[in-house]
């Protein structure tokens, strides 16, 4: 057996059978559910900093690295990276996903500090699993590469991110993957800077109009950047009814709607005309996607807002069948049709209330829920425990430096002048 029985893995039957598994002769398998449970970071603000210090009470152990999936410069990353925590920080566990495993197990050409007795080892399990050991999410490629490692967590909390530039730009990638060296190290010793950065939930409920969905089925999601709807390959432009705190703000027939955090401010939003937030600002953006109306301006609401959309009663005049597409940070969902809602609000939850088909447990989160109340903090000092994702930072102004360096904010025009054949 030389390959991984992914399905298995997936099940978390595999290493419920063996405790290791050895892939060759340098790297050892084992299974995640080995691990102690993970430890969580506080993050502690001051009046003088944008950025929060990220303080490890436990020591941080369980490190889970993922990477952009079949490309040769993020493999070798992945293989030098695992290299250096095995010879530099033996303490620290390294996970990583099973086809990732099987991807890289034969990249690594020698043991630990070259020790045939100690070859490399590597925990993977099933994704549940995965979430309830890992203390730190380390992110090899580009902002796509976040997103997807973000999104694997689903509704858990993510884990204090960071992230590793290979050839590619992003606004979320304060970090050539070059210093790797040096910025684990101010990760490991409690001197490194978070960013924190808070998420959408959007909220699908369905109304029964499809008849292979069940009637009022309620589903979650989370967002880094965006949620948007639109009209996909339908021919017509989509109705949507949109609500703000339970107030009919307007009847649109537009491409779509992108709702957007201020982290992804940068994204879908700014190419449909929405306007650059810095993430530290507490919002909401509504951004129409090509709407018929000219006067439907891109809108930045409070991050209390709750936020409506239904698919509107127009499409019965055309075709009640007709499907809208639903994304969350890019990853398709299930489509929407007649009748259907989505509710979305900010991950610290919305002072709107009344009538929203949101579960109760998400209105405790304005109550303060999700806020430490450890006595031994300063009055300024703040911890945010269970919402958002806390993004190891560079400095104060990653993202000043960003949107001049990545975006040529308010440059000039170039002139080139141009040479003719005599």
């Known amino acids: 057996m030389n390959r991984i029985n992914y399905r298995l893995l997936t099940q978390g039957s595999f290493f419920g059978a063996i405790r290791w598994y050895s892939l060759s002769k340098n790297v050892r398998i084992k299974s995640v559910t080995q691990l102690r449970p993970c430890t969580k970071a506080d993050f502690v603000s001051s009046p003088n900093s944008k950025l929060q210090s990220m303080i490890w009470q436990n020591p941080l152990q369980n490190v889970l690295i993922t990477k952009k999936p079949f490309t040769v410069g993020t493999r070798k990353a992945m293989v030098d990276f695992i290299s250096h925590l095995h010879e530099s920080y033996p303490e620290i566990n390294v996970i990583i996903h099973p086809e990732v495993a099987d991807e890289i197990s034969s990249d690594f050409s020698q043991a630990v500090n070259n020790d045939p007795n100690w070859p490399h080892i590597l925990y993977t399990g099933s994704q549940q699993e995965i979430i309830q050991k890992t203390d730190l999410l380390v992110t090899l490629g580009g902002d796509g590469t976040i997103l997807h490692g973000v999104s694997t967590f689903g509704n858990d909390q993510v884990p204090p991110v960071l992230a590793f530039s290979l050839g590619t730009l992003g606004f979320l990638l304060p970090f050539a993957f070059e210093e790797y060296k040096e910025i684990f190290e101010k990760v490991i010793s409690s001197r490194a800077k978070c960013l924190h950065r808070t998420r959408l939930e959007c909220h699908v409920v369905k109304n029964g109009s499809d008849p292979k969905e069940p009637k009022n089925k309620h589903v979650v999601r989370r967002a880094m950047n965006d949620i948007f709807i639109h009209r996909g390959s339908a021919p017509h432009l989509a109705n949507l009814d949109i609500y703000i705190d339970g107030a009919f703000l307007t009847r649109t027939v537009a491409d779509g709607v992108v709702l957007s955090s201020p982290t992804g401010s940068t994204a879908y939003s700014l190419s449909a005309g929405g306007s650059i937030v810095s993430p530290l600002v507490p919002g ?116 000043t430096n960003g949107i001049n360096e990545l975006l040529g904010f308010n440059s000039s025009f170039k002139f080139t002048r141009r040479l003719h054949d005599n």
């Not at 450890?374 to 190891?392: F, N, R, W």
């Open 284 to 399: 909401i953006l509504l951004t129409p996607i090509c709407p018929r109306s000219l006067s439907f301006r891109p809108l930045l609401l409070p991050h209390s807002s709750h936020i409506k959309i239904k698919v509107g009663s127009k499409m019965n005049q055309i075709n009640a069948n007709t499907a809208i597409n639903l994304s969350v940070d890019g990853f398709p969902q299930d489509d929407l049709h007649l009748g259907d809602e989505i509710h979305v609000i900010n991950e610290i939850g919305t002072i709107y209330v009344e009538g929203t088909q949101i579960p109760p447990y998400y209105r405790d989160k304005q109550n303060g829920a999700n806020k430490s109340t450890d006595p031994s903090l300063e009055p300024h000092q703040k911890q945010v425990v269970h919402s958002g994702i806390h993004c190891v930072a560079r400095s104060e102004n990653d993202w």
